[in-house]
């Protein structure tokens, strides 16, 4: 069983800048690291994911360009930096894991959401205009 907590989540202007954190435990044989978003009333959207086989990101066109999925292996840390943060960032925003790779090693990787079976609790993020 992997357990995922996320942090960093916070209030800021857009054009802001944040750091998501998301500590994994429990790593054993995980294949895909990937966050996810969320706002009431909306379906859950894929963010960043990546295949910590080849250490290869994947990103949403919506975050293209301002955001970065990184892990850090010896803290067992996965991280999305987000840059010119705008109000249509504003979610909560979730950490996955799961051990099959097929999940995030090809371009469909959006499509696993609902698929996911470790999840952390979120972490929330407002942009404010």
């Known amino acids: 069983q992997v357990q995922l907590a996320e942090s960093g989540g916070d209030s800021v202007q857009a054009g802001g800048s944040l750091r998501l954190s998301c500590a994994v435990s429990g790593t054993i044989n995980v294949a895909c690291l990937v966050w996810f978003r969320q706002t009431p009333g909306k379906q859950r959207e894929g963010v960043a994911v990546?295949?910590?086989?080849?250490?290869?990101?994947q990103y949403a066109d919506s975050v293209m360009g301002r955001f970065t999925i990184s892990q850090h292996n010896t803290e067992n840390t996965l991280f999305l930096y987000m840059n010119s943060l705008k109000p249509s960032d504003t979610a909560m925003y979730y950490c996955?894991?799961?051990?099959?790779?097929?999940?995030?090693?090809?371009?469909?990787?959006?499509?696993?959401?609902?698929?996911?079976?470790?999840w952390g609790r979120g972490t929330q993020v407002t942009v404010s205009a």
């Open positions: 996955a894991a799961d051990r099959r790779r097929g999940f995030c090693n090809s371009d469909a990787w959006t499509s696993y959401t609902a698929k996911y079976t470790s």
């Open positions: 990546i295949d910590t086989v080849q250490g290869r990101p």
